[in-house]
């Protein structure tokens, strides 16, 4: 059976950590706010595609270096070259940019992103796809797609957004690529709380390994119901979801709990 060892990735376009069952990914170009280039891009489709085989790895943190989260796409690196290139090409990274978000939403470890500073255009949707996401009151996020003559149809914008806010909500930002101040984004449901700069990355941490310690074969379920339930009526729902929790039944984890409650003890999970 393949395996994938996190802890021992050496990640070439950001910073990668482990420590015990919580990574941390850390967009880390501070000098111009953490932007994405080809080479990230490729990088985190793949890494994120490779989750998929770890079993050291429960939880995943990704947040961004120096007060900021992601600005979105390299204007130099990425903007400049995609103005030149003709459709195979642009075709090619677009797909692969979406591959990305794919990947993280197909990973079966929770993902929670921390942000601070500013969230725009890509990394918008690095926060989308991510399970949960806690900001900051001073944090910006603006789906910026529009304002350079684009559609706010990227990587999954259309489906992601609407679903975190509401469709009228994400039509609004997707149409005026307007940002969303942090208390605004927490109001609106895009945060789910929000922390002060210095207690983000440490509160989101706190939580990775919260859920790392749970069950996380119950959590990796969950996670790939709420992905395969979105284009499914109710009724195949309920029957994917009975199938599932069947299956989280046969989990040590499953008697685990029922003996701990029985004998008034916390249940210590192990993901098996």
């Known amino acids: 059976m393949r395996k994938f060892k996190a802890a021992e990735y050496k990640a070439e376009h950001f910073d990668w950590k482990v420590d015990g069952k919580v990574a941390t990914l850390t967009l880390n170009r501070p000098e111009k706010k953490n932007p994405l280039t080809f080479d990230s891009y490729g990088e985190l489709r793949d890494l994120f595609n490779n989750l998929v085989y770890a079993d050291d790895v429960k939880a995943v943190v990704i947040t961004g270096s120096g007060g900021n989260f992601c600005s979105g796409g390299d204007v130099h690196e990425i903007i400049g070259p995609l103005t030149k290139m003709e459709m195979p090409e642009l075709l090619e990274f677009t797909r692969m940019t979406g591959d990305a ?29 991510s399970d949960i ?5 001073k944090s910006k996020v603006a789906f910026l797609f529009v304002r350079v003559g684009l559609a706010g149809a990227d990587m999954g914008a259309c489906t992601l957004l609407p679903r975190l806010i509401g469709l009228s909500r994400a039509a609004e930002l997707l149409y005026t690529g307007r ?9 609106w449901g895009f945060y789910n709380s929000l922390y002060s700069s210095e207690e983000v990355l440490d509160a989101a941490l706190k939580l990775a390994h919260s ?29 994917a979801e009975a199938q599932a929790q069947a299956i989280c039944m046969q989990t040590n ?5 029922y003996v701990a409650f029985a004998n008034k003890q916390s249940p210590k999970f192990e993901g098996n």
Request: charged share 20%.
């Open 179 to 187: 940002a969303m101040g942090g208390e605004e984004a927490e109001r």
């Open 133 to 137: 996401r806690l900001g900051t009151p």
């Open 253 to 257: 984890d499953f008697e685990r709990a």
């Open 101 to 129: 978000v794919k990947a993280m939403r197909m990973c079966p470890q929770p993902i929670i992103a921390a942000i601070d500073g500013i969230c725009a255009g890509a990394g918008t949707m690095l926060a989308s796809a």
């Open 211 to 239: 859920l790392a310690d749970g069950p996380t074969f119950g959590h990796a379920m969950t996670k790939k119901m709420l992905w395969q339930e979105w284009s499914a009526g109710l009724g195949e729902c309920i029957e």
